[in-house]
C-alpha cells in the first residue's frame, strides 16, 4: 500500500526557515495532486499548500502566501515545502496528503493518503 513519509520538521527562531519533504515510501505518488495541510492540537487540520501532478497548478493559504512555497519532483517522488520568515503562529504538525483528483482542493477529506506528520515549532 503506498505510503507517505514527511520529514524535516524541527524547532526554528521566529524569522527562520524550514524545508519539508514528503516521499513515498512505497509506490508512487505520480499523477496525484499533493497537498500540505497544518493541524495545532484541538483544531481542525487547516490547508496549507497543494501542487497538482505536473505544477500547472499552485495554490497556498493566504497565511502563508508569499512566505511558503510548494515543489516537487516527480522523478524523485518526492513533494516539498520550504518555509520561509516563519512565525508562532506556524507552529503545528504539518502533513502531506495525496489526492486522486486533478485540481488543487483544500478539503482534507478528498485526500486518500496521508503520513504521519511532521512537527513545527515555532519559537518567538
Known amino acids: 500500500q503506498a505510503q507517505l513519509v514527511e520529514s524535516g520538521g524541527g524547532l526554528v527562531q521566529a524569522g527562520g526557515s524550514l524545508r519539508l519533504s514528503c516521499a513515498a515510501s512505497e509506490g508512487t505518488f505520480n499523477r496525484y495532486t499533493m497537498g500540505w495541510f497544518r493541524q495545532d492540537p484541538g483544531k481542525e487540520r487547516e490547508f496549507v499548500a497543494g501542487?497538482?501532478?505536473?505544477?500547472?497548478?499552485?495554490y497556498y493559504s493566504d497565511s502563508v502566501k508569499g512566505r511558503f512555497t510548494i515543489s516537487r519532483d516527480i522523478f524523485k517522488n518526492t513533494a516539498y515545502l520550504q518555509m520561509n520568515s516563519l512565525r508562532p503562529e506556524d507552529t503545528a504538525v504539518y502533513y502531506c496528503?495525496?489526492?486522486?483528483?486533478?485540481?488543487?482542493?483544500?478539503?482534507?477529506?478528498?485526500?486518500?493518503?496521508w503520513g504521519q506528520g511532521t512537527p513545527v515549532t515555532v519559537s518567538s
Open positions: 501542487i497538482t501532478w505536473l505544477g500547472g497548478s499552485i
Open positions: 496528503a495525496a489526492s486522486k483528483f486533478i485540481r488543487v482542493s483544500t478539503a482534507a477529506k478528498e485526500y486518500d493518503y
